[in-house]
């Protein structure tokens, strides 16, 4: 019996994340939900996916001629779990509902970490989430720094802190009423900005700050890590540890001429991957520096795609379909998710 998942919000992630349910051998994508019957609504139909909508919204869809499968209780009605991809802090007005129906949720990074009983991130602490009711998806800047940090933590040595600064993008590619146009603009004024405080919802008691910047980029997020371990190492360590984690690709710059974000999204573009994803971290191989109990590194996280994969192993592992290992190859083999060098 395949595992029954609706998918309520079908934007940047939730799209990618309904596509993506519909790859997996163990669940079926039973339907997804709109507000707004825009483009989006009929991208969904025409795929030949099952469209619901808030019954208060049913004659605005009837208007636009698109054609609904029923409303979002009937959705949720039909379901094992659902994937919340609504916009930040709605996933939080809807898990009341989610509570009286009884179904089990995933919510994601725009929402506070009280919404879910466990922040995920799926190399870090899969098992933490295994069948519970409410899991949270951490943001993309932060599974990006948990695939980064876990890894460093047990493949190479204890981490003693960790400092680093995210070069944001300002918003995805169809966003077209979001800047700046012509600066960079403090994310926050405080310090630490809020990604650390939402990477020590999983990695618990980390000594981490960070600060972020906004940047007039579409593209990717940036981030400049610096890390202190418990012992000195060596660079090859680093990088071969990297190298060896799923979820995480190396490109040697200078010799793959990738030194831009626009570069490697063009990379992704010639390969022909779907919908130009990246959803690994990519790591630039030659800012990775050791010295003695020291490392810097530098690496981009594509936002729209990152923590899709996440998704599909929390859906995994709230409903005890898969132990860690199990459930990672799986996604990774059905995403065709990359590991190693990006180049060789």
Not at 33 to 49: C, D, F
Not at 104 to 114: H, L, N, R, S, V
Not at 268 to 295: A, H, K, Q, T
Request: with cysteine; charged share 25%; proline share 4%.
């Amino acid at each position: 019996m395949k595992v029954r998942v609706a998918v309520n919000g079908y934007g940047t992630i939730g799209k990618r994340v309904a596509d993506a349910v519909r790859l997996q051998p163990d669940m079926e994508l039973i339907g997804v939900s709109k507000t707004s019957p825009n483009y989006e609504a009929w991208s969904a139909v025409k795929k030949g996916i099952k469209l619901y909508v808030p019954e208060s919204e049913a004659e605005r869809f009837k208007q636009a001629g698109i054609p609904i499968a029923g409303t979002l209780e009937e959705l949720f009605k039909q379901v094992d779990v659902i994937v919340d991809a609504t916009p930040n802090g709605v996933g939080a007005e809807y898990k009341p509902k989610y509570v009286e129906l009884k179904k089990k949720a995933i919510f994601q990074g725009g929402e506070k970490a009280e919404v879910a009983e466990v922040s995920f991130s799926a190399l870090c602490n899969y098992d933490e989430a295994l069948n519970k009711n409410y899991a949270r998806v951490v943001s993309c800047n932060t599974t990006g720094m948990l695939r980064i940090l876990c890894t460093i933590n047990s493949k190479v040595a204890s981490i003693v802190k960790a400092r680093g600064v995210v070069i944001r993008r300002a918003a995805d590619p169809k966003e077209v009423k979001r800047g700046p146009i012509n600066s960079i603009v403090l994310d926050s004024v405080n310090v630490p900005s809020h990604h650390a405080k939402d990477v020590q919802t999983v990695f618990k008691g980390l000594d981490i700050i960070t600060t972020a910047v906004v940047v007039p980029t579409t593209l990717m997020h940036v981030h400049s890590m610096n890390i202190t371990l418990s012992s000195n190492v060596k660079r090859e360590q680093v990088i071969d540890a990297l190298k060896n984690t799923p979820r995480i690709v190396m490109v040697q710059s200078k010799k793959a001429g990738i030194t831009s974000t626009a570069e490697a999204i063009e990379f992704v573009r010639d390969l022909g991957r779907y919908r130009n994803d990246m959803p690994e971290v990519l790591v630039f191989e030659d800012s990775v520096y050791v010295n003695g109990n020291e490392l810097f590194l530098i690496y981009a996280v594509h936002q729209e795609s990152i923590v899709v994969p996440e998704n599909i192993d929390a859906i995994r592992a709230v409903m005890g379909l898969a132990s860690a290992e199990e459930s990672i190859k799986i996604t990774n083999a059905t995403l065709q998710i990359m590991k190693g060098s990006l180049i060789e």
